[in-house]
């Protein structure tokens, strides 16, 4: 059993930074996939970060470049770094683990773990 459990969330202004945390206890898997996922208000859950247990990260476009996926092994925590943070990037963030490989973009199918979600809000 994998649990999952998000934090750093907050409200910023446009420009400004965060950092997200997903804290995992757990892990059943010798190879596995975490990542984040976003879902503004009234729209769908979009994959913007994935990462590979060999590190290996991919990122969608509208956030590369400004957001950085990082993990801690010991720890066995998953980052996400934001940086110059726009209104749209404002979102419930969660991060997700599955043994088979994450998609950036719309969520197609329902991954194994979710964690609770961490509110994310960028005023202009």
């Known amino acids: 059993q994998v649990q999952l459990v998000e934090s750093g969330g907050g409200s910023v202004q446009a420009g400004e930074s965060l950092r997200l945390s997903c804290a995992r206890s757990?892990?059943?898997?010798?190879?596995?996939?975490m990542g984040w996922f976003r879902q503004p208000p009234g729209k769908e859950r979009e994959g913007v970060a994935i990462?590979?247990?060999?590190?290996?990260?991919r990122y969608a476009g509208s956030v590369k470049g400004r957001f950085t996926i990082s993990k801690d092994k010991v720890a066995h925590i998953l980052y996400l770094q934001m940086n110059n943070l726009k209104p749209e990037d404002s979102a419930m963030y969660f991060c997700?683990?599955?043994?088979?490989?994450?998609?950036?973009?719309?969520?197609?199918?329902?991954?194994?773990?979710w964690g609770q979600g961490t509110q994310v809000t960028v005023s202009s």
């Open positions: 990462m590979d247990s060999d590190g290996n990260t």
């Open positions: 757990g892990n059943p898997y010798s190879y596995y996939y």
């Open positions: 997700a683990y599955d043994i088979a490989p994450l998609a950036l973009g719309r969520v197609l199918r329902d991954y194994k773990y």
